[in-house]
């Protein structure tokens, strides 16, 4: 392109259109991802936890039941059952499990 003075100027003309396109979706994709992170609850370090009863000593120095102090810092959701070894002994009389180990039907229990 050639001005009334005589200059002439010459230049690239690009659509960048789908380029600021890709840099707000990026953008977006950031702020979600932050918001994402900013939501993960993860439990780190050590956990001082009584030997006899499973508590863990809180922040405060209190203990809390291990299902309430996890439940409070984490998406873990508990459901509770027994394990073979706590059925003999809390239930002697009681038989739950197969001596392998596996859950036994409801027709065999009773």
């Known amino acids: 392109m ?3 003075t ?3 100027f010459t ?5 960048i259109t789908k380029r600021k ?3 707000g979706d990026r953008e977006n994709l950031i702020v979600q991802l932050q918001k994402a992170l900013a939501e993960v609850k993860t439990l780190k370090g050590i956990l001082p936890i009584c030997a006899s009863c499973k508590k863990i000593r809180n ?6 039941q ?3 102090y996890i439940s409070r810092r984490s998406e873990a959701e508990f459901s509770h059952g027994i394990c073979p070894e706590c059925a003999k002994k809390l239930c002697p009389d009681f038989h739950v499990y197969d001596d ?3 859950l036994m ?4 229990n009773e």
């Not at 230049?11 to 659509?15: F, K, Q, T």
């Open 11 to 15: 230049g690239i003309l690009r659509d």
């Open 100 to 102: 392998d180990g596996s």
């Open 6 to 8: 005589g200059m002439v």
């Open 2 to 4: 050639q001005t009334k």
């Open 59 to 64: 922040d405060e120095g209190y203990w809390d």
């Open 105 to 108: 039907s409801t027709e065999r």
């Open 66 to 68: 291990i299902e309430s």
């Open 21 to 23: 396109q890709i840099e």
